[in-house]
């Protein structure tokens, strides 16, 4: 250790408990802001997974233009093929196909315009939550025809209970009248209002029939097994497509896409967050700012008999910023091992947030949230801290050097 640091190592601890509150209000702040940013970036993989176990998958084939337009007509023509590919992608977990057609739904009292929606009941449980959310009845199996999944608002809508029928009526892709009687199997809830009141689930192959869908499908769903793979699946499901026949017509769309309105409450939620955390920063960037400006007043006889003796300038200087680097990094260190021991406890174990079940029931997220601890989660907060922290420090540092040795000695 050289001499400067054991210097400026005696310097911090001359005055012990302003010392001690600067640096504890420097590990509180870094602290505060591992386990914030790993809530935040839990909560966010925990409000993105969710949703796209819920309906969108991470991943999506589909027809050009069918995200906007949902036309009937606008068909993945072999969803096989676009199977085949997914299935040589190490990084997939699993995968669907869906069709879906807007119609009217009537029971023996009421009528509305839902979503039909053919699932594959064996793959959709693979990729969505769809089985686990039933709360009356029973899942589809592969040996059913006209059985339905009704979402719980839509069933209480159409006033009808397991075992009633259900008509519907639509178009087909060829443009015939797509009709049929379904029976409901099962009553579902995700939590989701919009989805539960206005979407039903048939089995794929009945859809298929019953649309005249020639085999064809809507969406060729996909899970990867982390959002970290997504871009790379993406990738290469694109590339394989390439090498496709009819491969003008197919687009693959990730989540992002897929769910613009998230992507959006995420980004908003994010720039609210670091508002509060630049103010928080300010405030102990303040707290740095008044001790070393004590510390310069306090010692500016010491100073002027420094730089009397021969001592120049710039190794004050150096000495004021060794002793800030010193307080703030012992500061940080403290703040990052305590704030990743409350993080990695609370990720074990989560946080319940009964308060506000309803309003996360809403967008079909748990009670039991779980921060995420990471590299970007420590160094994010722990960085900007240390950089403000030594940017602060360099004034009362700098006003070292304008010093005059005879007035320093002179004054009080």
Known sequence: MSIDVKMAWRNIWRNPRRSILTIS???????????????????????????????????QVQAKEYEKKR??????????????????????????????AFSLISSKERTYGTIVIGIDPQREARVSTLKKLIRQGNYLSADDS??????????????VVLGDELVVLG???DGSIAATVVKVKGIF????????RSSIHIPLKYFQDVYAMNGAVHEVVALGKSLEYIPEI???VTAGIENMIQKDHLVVLDWMELMPGLIQAIQMDLVSGFIFYIILIVVVAFSILNTFLMAVFERTREFGVLLAIGTTPRRLTKLLLTESVSMTMVGIVIGIIAGSLI??????HGIVISGAAEVLRQFGLPERMFPRLSVLSISIGTGIVLVITLLTALYPALKVRRLRPVEAMMSA
């Open 171 to 173: 178009q087909g892709r």
């Open 71 to 100: 036309n009937i007509r606008l068909v993945v023509p072999d969803p096989a093929a676009i199977g085949g590919i997914l299935e040589q992608t190490s990084e997939l977990a699993a995968y669907t196909f869906r069709a879906n």
């Open 146 to 159: 006209n059985q339905a999944l009704v979402g719980k608002l839509l069933a209480k809508n159409l006033n």
């Open 343 to 348: 993080t990695w406890y609370f990720q074990v």
């Open 234 to 236: 993406k990738s290469r």
């Open 189 to 196: 809830s995700s939590g989701q209002d919009e989805f539960d």
């Open 25 to 59: 209000a420097i590990a509180f702040a870094s602290l505060l802001l591992v386990f914030m940013l790993s809530w935040q970036f839990g909560s966010y993989d925990t409000m993105i997974n969710s949703a796209v176990m819920i309906h969108t998958g991470h991943l």
